[in-house]
């Protein structure tokens, strides 16, 4: 559901970030409108979807001129929840967990990690990106002490589970998931998952395909 009251398919959320990071280039390079053509271009997908999904923010545009960056920058921003602060704990301090608490553009965003947690002694008490990583039995304390949003799961697939339970037991209602496999949450927990595997083995279908295509194209009679 919209500020407005107006309901967002989930396909247009999806659409939303990519459409700010396009918006905000757009406003670094001092260009004051674009146009439903340009933005698409910009988004990757096409101009028809860009002016259905801004409808549903109640931006239109206007005919000849385009859509004002700034207020659209601002818009969007509001409805993807970039106005406000949301703390955010990373579960799981390996080479990847510490690479996102390293990651600023969270910060730049809104997205704050105010907290590491690790079930390792060896890590627990020590310093990362600033931040001294935390115990794992103490999730929850960690969770108030913080006012934690978001839990960000970094950990190996087979602690996932019982790390998302942990979060949902804490209180916390939103969930990034970097682990392999599926987790089961309540109906009013939101769980995003992020399966680098997966995008990498969806690179390597098209790259085989465009290496066999370009095969064929050297092969083929002239």
Known sequence: MSESGRRIPEATVTRLPLYYRALLETAEARVATISSDRLAELAGVNAAKVRKDLSYLGSY???????????????????????????????????????LANYRGFGARGFRVVALVDADDAKIGSTVADLCVEPLADLGGTVERHQIAIGIIATPGGAAQDVADALV?????????????????PPEVSVRKVDLATELQILGFYQLRGLNGAALHKRAPR
């Open 169 to 185: 037991a804490a209180g916390v209602r939103s969930i990034l998931n970097f682990a392999p496999g599926v987790l089961t949450v």
């Open 61 to 99: 545009g206007t005919r000849g001129v385009g859509y004002d960056v700034e207020y659209l920058l601002h818009e969007i921003a509001r409805e993807l929840g970039l106005t406000q602060d949301w703390p955010c704990v990373i579960v799981g301090v390996g080479n990847l967990g510490a690479a």
